[in-house]
């Protein structure tokens, strides 16, 4: 069995790669910066309402292998399923 990793590499301003991955392979305590949302228009939608946009800082509160996984972005925290968070595309900062 051969296992891909998910991160990709996309050229940012200036040339330079910028290293993108899901939200759901980040760890606790990590602040990043949201790159793409991975769906349709009502799935950005609804993320929009909630406060994620494409550049807004995420930090990752909890991120178990079990249980729900929270982030927050300014001063609030979402909860998220894991399908959403896979959906999401973040950049390390």
């Given at each position: 069995?051969?296992?891909?990793?998910?991160?990709?590499?996309?050229?940012?301003?200036?040339?330079?790669?910028?290293?993108?991955?899901?939200?759901?392979?980040?760890?606790?305590?990590?602040?990043?910066?949201?790159?793409?949302?991975?769906g349709?228009?009502?799935?950005?939608?609804?993320?929009?309402?909630?406060?994620?946009?494409?550049?807004?800082?995420v930090?990752?509160?909890?991120?178990?292998?079990?249980?729900?996984?929270?982030?927050?972005?300014?001063?609030?925290?979402?909860?998220?399923?894991?399908?959403?968070?896979?959906?999401?595309?973040?950049?390390?900062?």
């Amino acid at each position: 069995m051969i296992a891909f990793n998910k991160a990709t590499l996309n050229p940012a301003p200036g040339g330079a790669a910028v290293k993108r991955l899901p939200l759901a392979s980040v760890d606790n305590g990590r602040t990043v910066k949201l790159a793409a949302i991975l769906g349709g228009h009502g799935f950005r939608t609804r993320l929009a309402a909630l406060g994620l946009v494409p550049g807004a800082n995420v930090r990752v509160i909890r991120n178990g292998t079990r249980g729900p996984f929270i982030v927050a972005v300014k001063e609030c925290r979402i909860v998220l399923g894991r399908g959403a968070a896979h959906k999401l595309e973040v950049e390390d900062r």
